[in-house]
């Protein structure tokens, strides 16, 4: 199994600021046969289910303020808002969809400062 | 819209059975690769199965393989969980999600709210 490590666990910042979340792959998930990172961002807020945030490790899904971005390729890979709004308070989760099983990360949360 | 609706959860004995249905609107159902993903209280998310646009193809961790059943009914845009041998780490929010493409190898751009398995005595 790809093991998906995200880091902090949690992490807060002040409104505004930029807030960097860090996911490991146990393995690459870069195909190399169409240069794909298969790595995905998904944000979580209280109560409600994922949302997808990034795919392809770096496109933003259509409607996610460009605020948010991923960046990264093979093992190593970033979530970052650039400027942190009271409404991106949440929990985020890395997943690969590269090998069986598709893994998560134990995810990260983001809290104001 | 796109909208994915789960029902079918509940309180169940350990080693009892139960049958989740995801109902789908909104999009061209036989033409997406769909998913469960699991999520146990206060817990992160756990993928537990999926399966191909025509039905022909599924997928399976081995925490569920043997114990779950992912199938699909394109005519009545419904997806369905059987679950049997249920064990108290069963015990979740059970949430339906379509993929992004048809292609299983793809994330999960729509997902419902999800609903809860108790498997407890």
């Known amino acids: 199994d790809i093991v998906m490590t995200q880091s902090p666990d949690s992490l807060a910042v002040s409104l505004g600021e930029r807030a960097t979340i860090n996911c490991k792959s146990s393995q690459s998930v870069l195909y190399n046969s169409n240069n794909k990172n298969y790595l995905a961002w998904y944000q979580q807020k209280p109560g409600q289910p994922p949302k997808l945030l990034i795919h392809w490790a770096s496109t933003r899904e259509s409607g996610v303020p460009d605020r948010f971005s991923g960046s990264g390729s093979g093992t190593d890979f970033t979530l970052t808002i650039s400027s942190l709004q009271a409404e991106d308070v949440a929990v985020y989760y890395c997943q690969q969809y590269y090998g069986t099983p598709q893994t998560f990360g134990q995810g990260t949360k983001v809290e104001i400062k | 819209e796109v909208q994915v609706v789960e029902s079918g959860g509940g309180l169940v004995q350990p080693g009892g059975s139960l049958r989740l249905s995801c109902a789908a609107s909104g999009f061209t159902f036989s033409t997406y690769a769909m998913s469960w993903v699991r999520q146990a209280p206060g817990k992160g998310l756990e993928w537990v199965s999926s399966i191909s646009p025509s039905g022909d193809v599924t997928f399976y961790p081995d925490s569920v393989k043997g114990r779950f059943t992912i199938s699909r009914d394109n005519s009545r845009y419904t997806l369905f969980l059987q679950m049997n041998s249920l064990r108290a780490e069963d015990t979740a929010v059970y949430s339906c999600?379509?993929?992004?493409?048809?292609?299983?190898?793809?994330?999960?751009?729509?997902w419902g709210q999800g609903t809860l398995v108790t498997v407890s005595s």
């Open positions: 999600a379509r993929h992004q493409t048809g292609n299983y190898y793809s994330g999960y751009g729509a």
